[in-house]
C-alpha cells in the first residue's frame, strides 16, 4: 500500500517535471529543427521533422551573412563588458558593504536608483553623448553603456552578498597586515566568489542578447553584434524563417556551454565554506 | 614581549550620550595574563579592539612598550588577536590560514614552513594543516584561531571570548591548554571573558 502511494507521487512529479521540460524546451527543440530546414519548408509546414538537414545553413550564415564578424563583435564587447563589471561592481559593492562613511546610502541609492529609468527614455541622451564624445557606433562606446546600464544591479547583488561576510574576517586580516585593497583582493573576492560568478552569467546572458542599444548605437555592418545580425533576416516583405532560427541557434550555444560550465562552479561555490 | 599601558581610554559614539568605555586605565605587564570579566555590553570587547587599533580612540593614551600607540594602524602594532568567531579565511587551508599573516612580513619558502609546522606541532594542528575550516571541529578552528596568533610571535596577544563557542568540556580543556601556552611563550596576554 504504502509503496504503491509513493509510487504515485513519482509518477505524478515525473510527470510535473516532464510537462515542465516539454514547456521550457519545446521551443527550443522546435527552433533547433527549423534551424536545419530551409525557409520554404518551414513554410509549408512549420512543425514537421527535417527530410534533410540542411548543415550548410550554418557554414553558410558564418560566412556570407558576416556572422563570423558578429559573433566576435559580440564576444569582445560581452567579456571586456563583463570583466569591467566584475571589477568595477565587486569594488563598489565592497566599499558600500564594508566601510561606514557619510553618504554611503546616498552613494547606494543613487547607484540602485537609475535602474528605474526604462532604456527608452535615456536611449536618445546617451545616443547624443556618444557622438559628442566621438564613441558613436563603437565598440568602446557601447561597452561603457552596457557597463553603466548593468552596474546598478551588479552592485546591487554584490552588496547583498558582502554585506552578510562577517567583519571579524577583515578584521583578522587587519590584524594580519594587509591594506585595504589587499583586503579587497584577498579576503573579498575569492570569499564572495560565488556571487561575483552569478553576476558574470547574468550579465552575460543579458549583454550577449541586449539588442536595443546595440541597435541605436551600431550602425556598421562589421560592427554589428548578433542580435542585430539575426534581425537582418527579418525583411520588409519576406521573413528568412530558416536563417533566422540558424542564427539564434549560433547566438544561443555558447550561452548554454557558459552556463553549463558556470552553474557547477557556482553550486561548488555555494556549498563549500561556511564562514564559521 | 611587552608592557601594555591604557591611560584615561574612551570612546565614544557619535549619537550616543554615555561613552562605550569610560576612562580605563590599567597596565599589563611584560608576560602577564591579564583578564578582563564583566557582563555583556560593558566595553570589555570594544576597549580590546582599541588596543588591537580596529577602533579609533576617543580619548587617553594607549602605550606599548613606552611607545604611544593612539595612530599607528592595527598592522603596525605588532599585536595577534583571536576573535570569538575564529574568523578563519573560509577559502584558505589550515596551514594558508596560519601563513597568511607571515607572508605579510615578508616570510616566506622554508622558514615559513618551519613555523608554520612547529607552531602546528605545539598545539596539534599538524594532521589537519591541509585541510580547510569548513572540514574541522570548533575545538580545531578554535586552535587555528589560536595558532594563527601564536605563529606570528606577536608581542601582545589579545583574545576576545575565545572559548563562548566551546562546549563545556572543551572549553575547561583549552582553558588550561591556553594557560600553559602563555606559560611556555612568555607573551603578554590580555583576555576578555
Known sequence: MLITRQMISQTLLLLGLSLY?????????????????????????????????????????WYSSNYAAYFWNSTIVVVVSVILLSVIGALAAHCLARYRFRGNRLVYFVIFSTIIFPPQITIIALFQVLVEYGLFNSHIGLILVYVSIQLPLTVFLLEGFFARLPQDLFDAARMDGYSDLE?????????????????????????????LYAVVLITDDDKRTLPLGIQKFMGDRLEDTGMIATGMMIAVIPIIIIYAVFSEKLIQGMTAGAVK | MAIVQLKQLSKYYSGQSEPAVDAVSLTVDD???????????????????????LENISAGELLIDDVLMNKIPAKDRDIAMVFQSYALYPHMTVRDNMAFGLRRRGIKGAELERRVRATAETIGLTPYLDRKPHALSGGQRQRVALGRAIVRNPKVFLLDEPLSNLDAALRVSTRSELVKQQRNLGTTMIYVT
Open chain 1, 21 to 61: 521540460t516539454a514547456y521550457a524546451a519545446g521551443p527550443f527543440v522546435w527552433t533547433a529543427l527549423m534551424s536545419v530546414r530551409t525557409t520554404s519548408e518551414i513554410s509549408a509546414d512549420p512543425y514537421a521533422w527535417p527530410e534533410t538537414w540542411h548543415w550548410s545553413k550554418y557554414l553558410d550564415a
Open chain 1, 183 to 211: 583586503i579587497f583582493w584577498r579576503i573579498t573576492v575569492p570569499v564572495g566568489m560565488p556571487a561575483i560568478i552569478t553576476t558574470m552569467i547574468l550579465n552575460t546572458i543579458h549583454l550577449w542578447n541586449e539588442f
Open chain 2, 31 to 53: 608576560g602577564e595574563f591579564m583578564v578582563l570579566l564583566g557582563p555583556s555590553g560593558c566595553g570589555k570587547s570594544t576597549t580590546l579592539r582599541m588596543v588591537a587599533g
